[in-house]
């Protein structure tokens, strides 16, 4: 039972243009959810974080906007940059969880100059 | 001020050998994780310890098991390797504090392959 998933496995876009990665999840007790950014033979790094008070949070170029009626998250990335390429995931997390994340699959995200 | 360590980087394994991973984190953080990612997966949380003394089990357990040496160090053994344990091995820890209570910041991984 996938709690957070991710339906697009990749994503191409052109540099300069507006990139937007999606997330849904399935259970009502998340209340955290975060991006995290993952380049090749390296770990995942932190990105933008949103608490479930909030439905936008915004950090340079990026922008996490989280729907909670529809369960459902997205990352925009404006403008895109070829260095943006990388996969990233989306993450939850329940006040009950003791900080525990749950991941989705992962969106391959790739940057076009 | 290196974050998060793993060694080895990489190991292969044959089935029914034993191997311990070894992590360690120098941010003073109280909790710390083990993940495994496959392809199509995400990240699968195995084991965590929420604070020097405590373990607990994760989402995929089995064939696992944890040591939390100290607060820095948070080991992952496998006892008796299987191919499906075929993976890419993350370690992750986090402050766990009120103002911070989820971020995590991960080591660079173990990519582990056992035949």
């Known amino acids: 039972d996938q709690q957070v998933k991710q339906n697009s496995p990749s994503l191409s876009v052109q540099e300069g243009r507006i990139s937007i990665l999606n997330c849904d999840y399935t259970n009502s007790m998340f209340d955290y959810f975060l991006w995290y950014k993952k380049y090749p033979a390296e770990g995942p790094t932190f990105l933008i974080s949103i608490s479930s008070i909030k439905d936008k949070n915004e950090d340079g170029r990026f922008t996490v906007f989280l729907n909670k009626s529809a369960k459902h998250l997205s990352l925009h990335i404006v403008p895109s940059q070829p260095g943006d390429s990388a996969v990233y995931f989306c993450a939850a997390s329940a006040r009950s969880n003791t900080g525990k994340l749950i991941f989705g699959q992962g969106t391959t995200l790739q940057v076009k100059p | 001020n290196a974050g998060v360590t793993q060694t080895p980087k990489f190991q292969v394994l044959k089935t029914g050998q034993s191997m311990t991973l070894q992590c360690a984190q120098d941010m003073n953080h109280n909790s710390m994780y083990w993940y495994r990612q496959d392809p199509g997966m995400g990240l699968r949380l195995i084991y965590y310890s929420a604070s020097e003394g405590t373990t607990d089990k994760g989402e995929v357990p089995n064939g696992y098991n944890v040591s939390r040496l100290n607060k820095r160090e948070f080991s992952l053994r496998l006892e008796s390797a299987a191919p499906s344990q075929t993976s890419v091995y993350f370690c992750?820890?986090?402050?766990?504090?009120?103002?911070?209570?989820?971020?995590?910041?991960f080591g660079p991984g173990t990519r582990l392959t056992v035949t």
């Open positions: 992750a820890s986090s402050e766990g504090s009120a103002q911070k209570p989820y971020e995590q910041y």
